[in-house]
């Protein structure tokens, strides 16, 4: 409570009100205008002022919270300048530098605004001064010449100049016997630096009544793919010189399930599938069907030219008859004679043209032969020919199934040693899990959200008569589908160090 009106860079005074239960406490900032005035031969019955010029500070450094480089100082606020001074006081009294430390500032604004505040005390010798007096308001006709602690005040004494003090506090020797008498002790600032060491003095009093220890923060973090079999598992362990455990708080998120590769190496094998029993196999039935194609233009086709020949036949015996073929089928003499001239071979050599009607068909065998005898025929070069008409064609495929029996039978596929190469990269699923099951020292955490943001785990772990174990946790966090946690567990703990040693 005390340590509330620290940065405050003007005068302040503490108040109280009995008149209510609870009482109440109140800070003011006290009034700056002088309310009466302490006069020789008036009021005052005795003057006794000491003037200190060995407390006085006229450059302060200020710093606040932090420590090392890390402590908080005014520099940026105060254009580079570590300190604040008083160039006046300086050149009256000498330089009096002094390097102040408050830690609970934690703003280089307000720690300036203090500094300055304090600086201004300071920088001018500390007038005490006690004053014996009555209380004139005790009179008629003085009702209003009453003064109490924080009223500004005159002192009024003869060949010096007059006074502003601040009445600090007030004091009776006999309340009922002589009440007006009263002594006053004024002093013209509420601080100084004695003060301020005795802070820092009451500061180090409270200090060793703390637990000697130290707050720390434990951080573990986590990032792995996990799925609905093989879950996300923190693990962590308190040690013995834990003395309290402040927060454990879990932060988590769910993202797509991850993987670095597509392909790995394969050694190669033989498989053989297993034996097959074989079956029938029918189709379903055809409804058949007319189809006809295209009409065809027909056309006349001739093949290529034949060179001819000679050929000979085998021996021959027996009577028989041989049928003849004239080397040009014939020739037809023009009109007016109808005859056909055939080219005749008697089979000694010897050939001989016959000439009979036009009439007479174009094969013309011999009337018999007999004895053993050959006979050769010379075909000459010639060529066939042949026209095809315009036609179509129609077909009719009737309604009919087909069938196929496949026997009992076996494949093997032989597959020699050989390698993949591997193709490197970050490859994430599509989806993402819906929902996650947190288990906590086997106890199931009521969240189910893929994300989670400082999730007290403190109910949830492993206990012995109400105490957190000093031992092994474990946190697991199970997806329902393939995914990846990112995972942060946090803990506030105060530890005491009683074991290990120095080296």
Not at 92 to 109: I, M, S, T
Not at 428 to 435: I, N
Request: proline share 5%.
């Amino acid at each position: 409570m005390l340590s509330i009106p620290k940065p405050f860079d003007t005068a302040y005074e503490w108040t109280y009100d009995t008149s209510v239960y609870p009482w109440v406490l109140n800070i003011v900032e006290p009034s700056t205008e002088v309310i009466g005035e302490l006069r020789w031969g008036k009021n005052m019955g005795s003057f006794d002022e000491v003037i200190d010029p060995t407390k006085i500070v006229n450059r302060i450094y200020p710093l606040g919270a932090g420590e090392g480089v890390n402590q908080l100082g005014i520099e940026s606020v105060n254009g580079g300048v570590a300190y604040l001074d008083d160039a006046v006081s300086i050149a009256e009294y000498g330089l009096k530098p002094y390097v102040w430390v408050h830690r609970n500032f934690e703003n280089q604004d307000t720690l300036k605004a203090s500094a300055q505040g304090l600086l201004d005390e300071w920088k001018i010798p500390k007038i005490s001064t006690s004053v014996t007096g009555s209380d004139l308001s005790m009179l008629e006709g003085y009702e209003f010449d009453k003064h109490r602690v924080g009223d500004l005040i005159r002192i009024v004494v003869d060949d010096r100049d007059d006074t502003i003090v601040r009445i600090v506090s007030e004091s009776k020797g006999d309340l009922t016997g002589d009440p007006s008498n009263i002594v006053f002790d004024l002093n013209n600032k509420l601080d100084d630096i004695a003060t301020t060491q005795t802070d820092l003095q009451r500061k180090q009093q409270v200090n060793e009544a703390y637990s000697q220890g130290a707050t720390n923060i434990l951080n573990y973090d986590y990032q792995d793919n996990c799925d609905e079999v093989n879950p996300a598992t923190i693990k962590f362990f308190l040690d013995d010189d834990v003395v309290n455990i402040n927060t454990c708080e879990l932060t988590f998120d769910t993202d797509n399930f991850r993987s670095y590769s597509q392909a790995t190496k394969g050694g190669g094998a033989l498989v053989e599938s297993t034996s097959s029993g074989g079956a029938v196999v029918k189709s379903t039935s055809s409804g058949g069907g007319s189809t006809a194609t295209s009409s065809s233009g027909g056309g006349t086709s001739t093949s290529t030219s034949s060179g001819g020949g000679s050929t000979q036949t085998s021996v021959g015996g027996g009577d028989h008859r041989h049928q003849m073929y004239s080397l040009s089928d014939g020739i037809i003499i023009s009109p007016p004679t109808q005859y056909r001239l055939y080219d005749v071979q008697d089979g000694l050599g010897n050939n001989s043209i016959v000439e009979l009607p036009i009439d007479t068909p174009a094969a013309v065998t011999t009337y018999g032969a007999s004895g053993i005898h050959t006979h050769e025929l010379t075909i000459p070069s010639h060529s066939h020919g042949f026209s095809t008409p315009n036609h179509a064609h129609d077909v009719t495929i009737p309604s009919h199934s087909h069938s196929m029996d496949i026997p009992d039978h076996a494949h093997s596929i032989n597959l020699p040693d050989h390698t993949h190469e591997v193709e490197h990269g970050i490859y994430k699923l599509p989806t993402l899990p819906t929902s996650v099951e947190i288990m906590v020292d086997g106890n199931l955490l009521p969240h189910t959200a893929i994300t989670g943001d400082r999730l007290n785990l403190e109910p949830y772990l492993s206990k012995t008569s109400g105490k957190i174990n000093r031992s092994r946790h474990e946190i697991t966090i199970k997806p329902n589908a393939k995914g990846r946690v990112n995972a942060n567990l946090i803990l506030r703990v105060f530890i005491q160090s009683h074991v290990g040693q120095v080296v």
